[in-house]
């Protein structure tokens, strides 16, 4: 079991920032393979971006250039920097962790996923 829990999502203008956190338990976060997906109301959930253990990095089109993810093992956490952010963005975030995914962007090669954070962006 990898429990994850995510924090710092909110409320924000678009164009403003915010830095999502997932805090994984356990002493094997470093051999997963970290997702952030997102599910906006009435819509499916969708692929935003994901990291390899060897750090390698893949993200949805649509936020190439503004998202930005990375991980840090020694405190069991992944990150994902919006920057830029768009009324679009709105969507309730998810991560999840995945022990040997082969598409970083199937919900489907995830093992273990998180509640949830809101982020909110006002035009």
């Known amino acids: 079991q990898v429990p994850l829990v995510e924090s710092g999502g909110g409320l924000v203008q678009a164009g403003g920032s915010l830095r999502l956190s997932c805090a994984a338990s356990?002493?094997?976060?470093?051999?997963?393979?970290m997702g952030w997906f997102r599910q906006a109301p009435g819509k499916e959930r969708e692929f935003v971006s994901a990291?390899?253990?060897?750090?390698?990095?893949t993200y949805y089109d649509s936020v190439k250039g503004r998202f930005t993810i990375s991980r840090d093992n020694a405190k069991n956490t992944v990150y994902l920097q919006m920057n830029s952010l768009k009324p679009e963005d709105t969507a309730v975030y998810y991560c999840?962790?995945?022990?040997?995914?082969?598409?970083?962007?199937?919900?489907?090669?995830?093992?273990?996923w998180g509640q949830g954070t809101q982020v909110t962006v006002s035009s």
């Open positions: 999840a962790a995945g022990m040997n995914p082969r598409f970083l962007s199937a919900a489907y090669e995830y093992d273990y």
């Open positions: 990291i390899r253990r060897s750090d390698s990095t």
């Open positions: 356990g002493r094997t976060f470093s051999r997963y393979a």
